[in-house]
Each structure stands twice: as structure tokens, then as C-alpha cells.
């Protein structure tokens, strides 16, 4: 478990410092067997230190827990997906009030992403949670509307990395249509 933590620590820099996340928005977990270690409500994901994680056994709600503790469970009962990351890049969210699918037009997007749908719902409902498990499910990657990026993998590494795809993704699509290109 000190392994992952360490490795959500380092994380949670590398999304400050490539502006995936601002003030306290954005919550990461980690599954252990039956349990979910996740992020702390209001943790700030560039400054965490092992006091702003929690435990909690799979199923069950803490009111310490990230408010997207919802989300994070239905993810890891839908899926053998070991990590869970969320975050709020400028360019998905943006591009998600206009799109209602991401295609990318750069190589690696397409390699590694392909389609990600745009999912929209009221925050902390069940029904949301549900949309963004059943596309993590098809794809591992997913944008709610107006809200960022939820993406998960075998470890956090790989949940970050797709969330960095599909951002860089985002941000080539926006400054294409920003030439002038509206083929995008």
C-alpha cells in the first residue's frame, strides 16, 4: 500500500505542475483487495502527503472520502481496473461543452485512446457514477461534461498516462478549430 500512495504523491505533483488539476479539485484511489484507498475530501493533489489518503472497505461510504467515493466504487465493482484517477484539464473540459465524443487527431490519441465519449448527469447521483463506470469499462478513459477527465489502469501510472493522452489529445483538436479548421 506504501508503494501506491508513494506513487499518487508523485502523481499528484506531475498534475499540478501540467495544470490537470486546480486548488482542491481532482481525487485518485487505489484498490487493495476489498478495499479503496483514496484521496481525503478537499486534499489538494499537489501537495499530498500520506495523512491525506483513507481506507475504505469497497461498497461502503466515509464522509472523510473524496465526495467521489460513488464513482470510484462503481468503477472498481464494473471493472479489474487496480487505480482510479480524476482530473480537471483545461482543454477536456472545455472541448466537453461543445463535443459529445473526443476523437483524436494526433497519432498517439488514437493509439491509445480511440473514441472517448462525453457523459453527462447530476454530480454524486448513482446514474452518473454508472455512465462513467460503463465507459471506463468499454474504453478506460472518460469526460463528464463541463466536470474532467475520470481514466483508470492496472496502476496509477497507466491511468495517468491516459489522462495525459487524452488532454494532449484535447488540446490538439482546440487549437486546430483555433485556426480555423472546423473539421475537428
Given at each position: 500500500?506504501?508503494?501506491?500512495?508513494?506513487?499518487?504523491?508523485?502523481?499528484?505533483?506531475?498534475?499540478?505542475?501540467?495544470?490537470?488539476?486546480?486548488?482542491?479539485s481532482g481525487n485518485m484511489s487505489c484498490r487493495m483487495d476489498d478495499y479503496v484507498v483514496i484521496t481525503r475530501t478537499g486534499a489538494i493533489l499537489d501537495e499530498l502527503t500520506p495523512q491525506?489518503?483513507?481506507?475504505?472497505?469497497?461498497?461502503?461510504?466515509?464522509?472523510?472520502?473524496?465526495?467521489?467515493?460513488?464513482?470510484?466504487?462503481?468503477?472498481?465493482?464494473?471493472?479489474?481496473?487496480?487505480?482510479?484517477?480524476?482530473?480537471?484539464?483545461?482543454?477536456?473540459?472545455?472541448?466537453?461543452?461543445?463535443m459529445n465524443e473526443i476523437v483524436p487527431m494526433d497519432l498517439e490519441g488514437r493509439m491509445f485512446l480511440g473514441k472517448v465519449k462525453v457523459v453527462e448527469g447530476e454530480f454524486k447521483s448513482?446514474?452518473?457514477?454508472?455512465?462513467?463506470?460503463?465507459?471506463?469499462?468499454?474504453?478506460?478513459?472518460?469526460?463528464?461534461?463541463?466536470?474532467?477527465?475520470?481514466?483508470?489502469?492496472?496502476?496509477?501510472?497507466?491511468?495517468?498516462?491516459?489522462?495525459?493522452?487524452?488532454?494532449?489529445?484535447?488540446?490538439?483538436?482546440?487549437?486546430?478549430?483555433?485556426?480555423?479548421?472546423?473539421?475537428?
Amino acid at each position: 500500500m506504501l508503494s501506491a500512495i508513494a506513487d499518487m504523491i508523485k502523481i499528484g505533483k506531475k498534475l499540478g505542475r501540467l495544470r490537470l488539476i486546480d486548488g482542491a479539485s481532482g481525487n485518485m484511489s487505489c484498490r487493495m483487495d476489498d478495499y479503496v484507498v483514496i484521496t481525503r475530501t478537499g486534499a489538494i493533489l499537489d501537495e499530498l502527503t500520506p495523512q491525506d489518503f483513507i481506507t475504505v472497505k469497497l461498497g461502503e461510504e466515509s464522509e472523510e472520502a473524496s465526495s467521489d467515493l460513488i464513482v470510484h466504487s462503481e468503477i472498481y465493482s464494473k471493472t479489474d481496473y487496480k487505480a482510479v484517477l480524476h482530473c480537471h484539464g483545461v482543454y477536456n473540459v472545455v472541448l466537453s461543452l461543445l463535443m459529445n465524443e473526443i476523437v483524436p487527431m494526433d497519432l498517439e490519441g488514437r493509439m491509445f485512446l480511440g473514441k472517448v465519449k462525453v457523459v453527462e448527469g447530476e454530480f454524486k447521483s448513482r446514474e452518473l457514477a454508472e455512465r462513467i463506470a460503463d465507459e471506463i469499462a468499454e474504453r478506460g478513459v472518460v469526460i463528464v461534461r463541463g466536470h474532467g477527465i475520470y481514466s483508470a489502469g492496472e496502476n496509477m501510472w497507466e491511468a495517468f498516462n491516459r489522462a495525459c493522452y487524452l488532454e494532449h489529445s484535447c488540446e490538439i483538436i482546440y487549437r486546430f478549430k483555433r485556426l480555423g479548421n472546423e473539421e475537428a
